[in-house]
Nanobody
């Protein structure tokens, strides 16, 4: 059974930093793209960042480029999202997801088969 479990969310002031973690079980992470998405109240789920399998390429939404960094440890089956210079508009539930989709679909939420339950990130102004 595949399971993804996010942690590390919380309340932080604008300009602060947080590091999200995603523990993956039930699959060989090295065979999967790993991504982070987020969803704010009343908005659609949006792509944040992704690490392609087995981990050599990285993709970011324009809104987080230069501030967020995605990484992975395939041996420990962990995916991370380091977030710096956080803004109130970064507030959302952050989800970890894995996929075997072609690289062209790595930013599309509907291409991801496995999802975590999410962790709340709140950035106060």
């Amino acid at each position: 059974q595949v399971q993804l479990t996010e942690s590390g969310g919380g309340l932080v002031q604008a300009g602060g930093s947080l590091k999200l973690s995603c523990a993956v079980s039930g699959l060989r992470l090295i065979n999967y793209h790993a991504a982070w998405f987020r969803q704010a109240p009343g908005k659609e789920r949006e792509f944040v960042a992704a690490s392609s399998r087995p981990g050599g390429s990285f993709f970011y939404a324009d809104s987080v480029k230069g501030r967020f960094s995605v990484s992975r440890d395939n041996n420990k089956k962990m995916v991370f999202l380091q977030m710096h210079s956080l803004k109130p508009e970064d507030s959302a539930v952050y989800y970890c997801a894995t996929s075997t989709v072609a690289l062209s679909g790595i930013r599309r939420a509907d291409m991801y088969q496995n999802w975590g339950q999410g962790t709340q990130v709140t950035v106060s102004s």
